[in-house]
C-alpha cells in the first residue's frame, strides 16, 4: 500500500556532496516523521537525522553541520544534503517514515530499500 523509493547514492571521493531524496507514495492520508538511516559494513542502523511534519529536525551528533535534512510536504518527499563527505560516511542510507495510511487509525513505520553512498579516493 505503501512504497518509499530512495535515490541520490554513489561513489564520491572526500570532500564532494550529495543529495539523497526519498519518495513516499501510495494510499497515504498523512505523514508523520520522516528520516534518514544508515549502516555501515559490519555496524549496527544508525540514526542520522530526522524532520517532523512541521519541520522540526535532530541530527546523528556525527554529522551535525554537514547534513541538513529537509523535506517536502506536498510531494511526500525527504532530503538529506550531505556535505564535507568523509570515509566513514560509507554506508547505505535507509528512509524512514511513519505514515497513516487512508482509512486507518494508526500510523506504522516504513522504510526505503536503502541507497549506497561510498566515499573513496
Known amino acids: 500500500q505503501v512504497q518509499l523509493v530512495e535515490s541520490g547514492g554513489g561513489l564520491v571521493q572526500p570532500g564532494e556532496s550529495l543529495r539523497l531524496s526519498c519518495a513516499a507514495s501510495?494510499?497515504?492520508?498523512?505523514?508523520?516523521?520522516m528520516g534518514w538511516y544508515r549502516q555501515a559494513p559490519g555496524k549496527e542502523r544508525e540514526l542520522v537525522a530526522t524532520?517532523?511534519?512541521?519541520?522540526?529536525?535532530n541530527y546523528a551528533d556525527s554529522v551535525k553541520g554537514r547534513f541538513t535534512i529537509s523535506r517536502d510536504n506536498a510531494k511526500n518527499t525527504v532530503y538529506l544534503q550531505i556535505n564535507s563527505l568523509k570515509p566513514e560516511d560509507t554506508a547505505v542510507y535507509y528512509c524512514n517514515a511513519n505514515i497513516r495510511v487512508r482509512y486507518t487509525d494508526y500510523s506504522t513505520d516504513y522504510w526505503g530499500q536503502g541507497t549506497q553512498v561510498t566515499v573513496s579516493s
Open positions: 524532520i517532523t511534519s512541521g519541520g522540526s529536525t
Open positions: 501510495g494510499s497515504i492520508f498523512s505523514i508523520n516523521t
